[in-house]
Nanobody
Framework: QVQLVESGGDSVQAGGSLRLSCAASGDFYGRCRGWFRQAPGKEREWVAIIYNGGLRTDYADSVKGRFTISQDNAKTLSLQMNSLKPDDTAIYYC????????????????WGRGTQVTVSS
């Protein structure tokens, strides 16, 4: 049984920073890991993915240059978020995929329960 648990969500002012973490437990082999988010009244969208042993990353245009995804070790994933904007307010989900890495929700096999990020203006 694979479990993903996010942490680090908080309420911050616009322009601030947060670092989210995702810890994996259980028998885990994930070639691709990523972060998604869901804002109130909106569909879940991808934020960033990391693959090829952490050597390759990709970001949604809305966060490029502000967010950094990293694989701290085999089972811990992070998302450093800088220059936060009110539009970044959402529940952030960690996800992992056994197969090839694509920024598509249906490609991911395992999901955490999410952590709330709130950015006020």
């Amino acid at each position: 049984q694979v479990q993903l648990v996010e942490s680090g969500g908080d309420s911050v002012q616009a322009g601030g920073s947060l670092r989210l973490s995702c810890a994996a437990s259980g028998d885990f082999y994930g070639r691709c890991r990523g972060w998604f988010r869901q804002a109130p009244g909106k569909e879940r969208e991808w934020v960033a993915i990391i693959y090829n042993g952490g050597l390759r990353t990709d970001y949604a245009d809305s966060v490029k240059g502000r967010f950094t995804i990293s694989q701290d070790n085999a089972k811990t994933l992070s998302l450093q978020m800088n220059s936060l904007k009110p539009d970044d307010t959402a529940i952030y989900y960690c996800a992992a995929a056994r197969g090839a890495c694509q920024p598509v929700e249906t490609r991911f096999d395992y999901w955490g329960r999410g952590t709330q990020v709130t950015v006020s203006s």
